[in-house]
């Protein structure tokens, strides 16, 4: 299967700092990239839609100025944690598709485990 | 509001038993709906349904969707310890961006 690199896979930061999580499609071109946080014992829960060189589609409750996603090519996207604090700490995972194969799955990232101290 | 709803939250079987998981959805203009394992980190993917009536199968794993009733199940046979894991299942849509909610997961367990 096609493969999502994401990183780092774990960060602990400072509260006030921001962080930056990378979503890489290593062998296709992922024109959508989808966002999700995780708390312990839940399920994912999607923050943000973003395709390929336009504005991410946040959902309801997420903050677009706290968690700033890029996704200015098509093997690359970013998630910016902005002013970190302790209720922020979570997992982050990102997922990747393609268009081209509407009918195919989205790949996983490995996720980046973030603790804010 | 669409919304993606797994039965049971969490079970604990023996080894050897066979155990159905259920997902049922309400969403607007459905896509797809995929099933995932989770242990540790990311999701791994297992199946994904796009047709009613047609089963997926991989190993002792299968699965199958009945759009009309709007539900799908996940069935595994001769559980093993390693299937231990939480059965996540999504549902993609049709909107002018793509959009995709995930159920809240059932955690299996399964025992020697």
């Known amino acids: 299967g096609a493969v999502v690199s994401q990183h780092p896979s774990w960060v602990i930061c400072k509260s006030g700092t921001s962080v930056k999580i990378e979503c890489r499609s290593l062998d296709f071109q992922a024109t959508t990239m989808f966002w999700y946080r995780q708390f312990p014992k839940q399920s994912l829960m999607l923050m943000a839609t973003s395709n390929e060189g336009s504005k991410a589609t946040y959902e309801q409750g997420v903050e677009k100025d706290k968690f700033l996603i890029n996704h200015a090519s098509l093997t690359l996207s970013t998630l910016t944690v902005t002013s970190a604090h302790p209720e922020d700490s979570s997992f982050y995972i990102c997922?990747?598709?393609?268009?081209?194969?509407?009918?195919?799955?989205?790949?996983f990232g490995q996720g980046t485990r973030l603790t804010v101290v | 509001e669409d919304k993606v709803v797994q039965s049971p939250l969490s079970l604990v079987v023996h080894e050897g038993d066979t155990v159905t998981l259920n997902c049922s959805y309400e969403?607007?203009?459905?896509?797809?709906l995929l099933w995932y394992k989770q242990e540790k980190k990311a999701p791994t993917f297992l199946f994904m349904l796009?047709?009613?009536?047609i089963e997926k199968k991989s190993g002792r794993l299968s699965s199958i969707l009945d759009k009309k009733e709007l539900f799908s199940i996940l069935n595994i046979t001769a559980t093993q310890t390693g299937d231990s894991a939480v059965y996540l299942c999504a549902v993609f849509m049709k909107t002018s961006y793509d959009k995709v909610i995930f159920g809240p997961g059932t955690s299996l367990s399964v025992i020697p």
């Open positions: 969403v607007t203009n459905f896509r797809s």
């Open positions: 796009t047709s009613s009536g």
């Open positions: 997922s990747a598709r393609t268009r081209d194969r509407p009918n195919t799955e989205a790949f």
